[in-house]
């Protein structure tokens, strides 16, 4: 790969191909989705000054140093402590122990004003789910944590303890998509008042009666709306975006894997309109916002049936990317 700076838009079809020479990736911690995508979608420059915002089990980080050169630098970010346990042994690696809503503050601290390609993988990964004492699944039982960060104060516990019955309806109506949210609210209101709901099978037991459909699923959306709301994972998302404008360097690109809906919206918003300021179409003069964005994904990528067989956590993955124009 040669160093020059590379003009070809995004190939979703590339498959493996993009991927050819990513070797020695260890994907037990958590396997990445939407790998070789990814890589194709950064356009990554040999010299670059890469973000992965998301570093979890460094899947997408090892791709990335793989094509980066001994001048590149990869800035690593994740609000996970077990994240750290995965850092390579490589100097071109800074790792920052904090949620990624951060970015600018803690680029700037390490003297990097602007960057190559911003990388955001969402949403909770394989090692955390399959932690049963960190309470993100309902596999377990296990006390409502869900933090990802355990540095912050308030657990899912604490939400269903101290949130209003509106609040609470408003909460599973908007991040889970519950179709009862007013009834379950209701309900948990009622019997947190009877005995603490401290654990996910007491959660289970206290709302067992208005369980609708399929109860995983069910459960699936609950846990999703209690998670975004304890991580404010919608409003990180949104700091995150609104910082990548002053960061990016001309034809830098950002790309980000949404699993659910409302991330989704939030991004495919962003990278349309380069910002979220409701005067984004015109101004009182009729001078139409310019947006500092080039979409490069018309339509969002989505998972290879290849990928769908060998991970099934693929399946609602959606990588968008932009480039800064």
Known sequence: MKDQKQTKPINT???DKAGQGLTDIRFDYHKPVLLNECMDGLNIQPGGVYVDCTFGGGGHSSAILQLLNEHGKLVAFDQDE???KNLPGDERVIFVPQNFRHLQRFLRLHKITKVNGILADLGVSSHQFDEAGRGFSTRF???LDMRMDQRQKNTAADILKNFSELQLHKMFEQYGEVTNAKTLAKTIV???SLAPIRTINEFKTAVHAVVKGNPQKYFAQVFQALRIEVNDELGALKELLEQT???L???GRVAIITFHSLEDRIVKSFFRDGTFENTA????YGHRFDNPFKVITKKPITATELELKENARSRSAKLRVAEMK
């Open 190 to 192: 009622a019997q947190r």
């Open 281 to 284: 179409i015109d101004d009182v």
């Open 13 to 15: 079809s590339l498959g």
């Open 245 to 247: 404008v002053n960061l």
């Open 82 to 84: 077990d994240a750290r």
């Open 249 to 251: 360097h001309p034809g």
């Open 141 to 143: 039982d296990a006390a």
